[in-house]
């Protein structure tokens, strides 16, 4: 018969860990984890793979027509890459409200027509 009770030779003996990880009543605040990297780095497959609930900064890229969206240098092409594409107000604003309550609304946008074609609820789970 196994006696679970017993520490197995050679193993460590059983500490207090209490410590490590504390328990409390109170909520957990919610954590923000961003990730950064220029396009094709892998962001969003590393995202996907957390599991957890990801919102996307790609949703706050400015309109195709917005006068203020940064030109690669020597052309008319839109540089995407750059800061100034996405709306930045905007994407801060929706992580603080997410962190405050749990939800917000924020554009869905359509990369292939460089334009937000609809709103919709991102929440994250308690």
Known sequence: MLDTNRRPEGSPARVNASHF???SSQPIPTRVVLLAGPSGSGKSVL???TGL?????D???KE???PTLPRVPGS???DWDSAGSWDADAAVAAIAELCRCGRTDVPVYDIATS???DHETF???P
């Open 21 to 23: 990880c504390s328990v």
């Open 64 to 66: 195709h027509d917005d």
């Open 115 to 117: 334009s937000r074609t």
């Open 47 to 49: 995202a996907a793979r």
């Open 59 to 61: 949703d706050f890229y």
């Open 76 to 78: 008319t092409d839109i």
């Open 123 to 125: 929440h994250i789970e």
């Open 53 to 57: 609930p990801v919102l996307r900064l």
